[in-house]
Every structure is written in structure tokens, then in C-alpha cells.
């Protein structure tokens, strides 16, 4: 039972494209969503994270959009740059389930 | 100064040999993991440390044994190792095991030729 749902699988913008990757959870207990980015031949890099309470949280070029109803996020990535290319995870974690649950990721690439 | 770091970066190896991963971090945390990350990049939970003591332990065959001689460090030995067993596995820690926001380690590519 996948308990976090990634789509897509792979996405492909422009420079200066705003990509946007989406997760689906099941388990209502989650609070805790963070994303990850992760750079070939390097560990995840926490890049951005958001609890239950907030709709919306902005770091930097990098947004995450919450909607606890329909039990999703999704990460926005403004005006984005070729180094921005990287595989991006969502994660869920809360209730009795302390550990990070990972989507299956996303390969992102930013094409000049 | 890594914050988590492990040792070695690229391990190959013959099935049926056993190997150690070395983790160790210094940002003060209570919490540990060990992670397989597959071939298709999928990454999994495979044990939590807090402050040396197991508190998760998924399905995970028993060749797989954790080691936290102290709260800094994190070891993982391999019994018998086998194809399947190839994957890069990354170690983590959190402040506490209620703060999952985890600190991951540049990972150990292991080869199980």
C-alpha cells in the first residue's frame, strides 16, 4: 500500500517554466510534509517542508501548496533554472508513524 | 564538518561476503536511520535509532543488523549479502523521533556482484 502518491514521474519545463509536482496522501494522521531534492550521486536535501495548519508556504523561488480536504500538496517552483534539475520527493509523516514516508519522486529537467 | 556523514561512498562486493556501512553525524541529534534507495530511485525506511535504542525495524530480512554503539553514530551490517541487495543505502538523523525532519548522508552505493 503506497501511502504517498508522486505524479508525475518525470517533468520536463523550460528555464523560467514554473513546474509543478504533486502528492497524494491516504493516512489522516499525517501533520508533517516535506519535500526533498535530491542531485545525482548525492543524499535528499530537505528543501522546503509544511504542517496542516497553513494553506500555503513560500521559501525563496520554491512554494508548497497544501489542500488538507483532499488530502494533497503540491510543490511549485518559480521561475525555475537549469540547476534545478534534480529528482524532488515528497514525504509524509505523523501520528504514530514516526518515519518519513517518500513518494516515488519526480526526475525534473530544466532545459536552457 | 558533514553533518552525516558515511563511510564508504562505493562498496563491491561478492554475494555471499559480509560488509559494514559506517554513519556517523554531528548536529547533536537523538535519532538515526538507515534508508535503501532502489534502482528506480524509490526510497524506504529500513530501521529508526533513538538516542542507541531500535524503535523501527521494518520488514527487513535479519542479514540486516544496526549497531548504534552511541547516539552519533549508526552502523549497518550486512550477513550474506546478495544481488538484491545492491541499492545505495543513506543514513539520516532527526532531533528527536517525533522531528522527522531528517539529515541525510551522501549515501553508499553498494555493488553485490
Known amino acids: 500500500q503506497q501511502q504517498v502518491k508522486q505524479s508525475p514521474q518525470s517533468l520536463i519545463v523550460q528555464k523560467g517554466g514554473i513546474p509543478i509536482i504533486n502528492c497524494a496522501y491516504e493516512n489522516t494522521a499525517f501533520d508533517y510534509f516535506p519535500w526533498y531534492q535530491q542531485f545525482p550521486g548525492k543524499g535528499p536535501a530537505l528543501l522546503i517542508a509544511?504542517?496542516?495548519?497553513?494553506s500555503e508556504k513560500k521559501e525563496g523561488r520554491f512554494t508548497i501548496s497544501f489542500n488538507k480536504s483532499a488530502k494533497q500538496f503540491s510543490l511549485h517552483i518559480m521561475d525555475s533554472q537549469p540547476g534545478d534539475s534534480a529528482t524532488y520527493f515528497c514525504?509524509?509523516?505523523?501520528?504514530?508513524?514516526?518515519?518519513?514516508?517518500f513518494g516515488k519522486g519526480t526526475l525534473l529537467t530544466v532545459n536552457p | 564538518d558533514t553533518a552525516v556523514s558515511q563511510t564508504p561512498k562505493y562498496l563491491v562486493t561478492q554475494m555471499g561476503n559480509d560488509k559494514s556501512i559506517k554513519c556517523e553525524q554531528n548536529l547533536g541529534h537523538d535519532t538515526m536511520y538507515w534508508y535503501k534507495q532502489d534502482s528506480k530511485k524509490f526510497l524506504k525506511i529500513m530501521f529508526s535509532?533513538?538516542?542507541?535504542?531500535?524503535?523501527i525495524n521494518e520488514t527487513v530480512p535479519n542479514r540486516f543488523s544496526p549497531k548504534s554503539p552511541d547516539k552519533a553514530h549508526l552502523n549497518l551490517h550486512i550477513n550474506s549479502l546478495e544481488l538484491g541487495d545492491s541499492a545505495v543505502y543513506f543514513c539520516a538523523s532527526s532531533p528527536h523521533p517525533m522531528n522527522t525532519e531528517a539529515f541525510f548522508g551522501q549515501g553508499t552505493r553498494l555493488t553485490v556482484v
Open positions: 509544511i504542517r496542516p495548519d497553513v
Open positions: 535509532y533513538n538516542n542507541k535504542e531500535l524503535i
Open positions: 514525504a509524509a509523516s505523523g501520528g504514530s508513524n514516526y518515519k518519513l514516508t
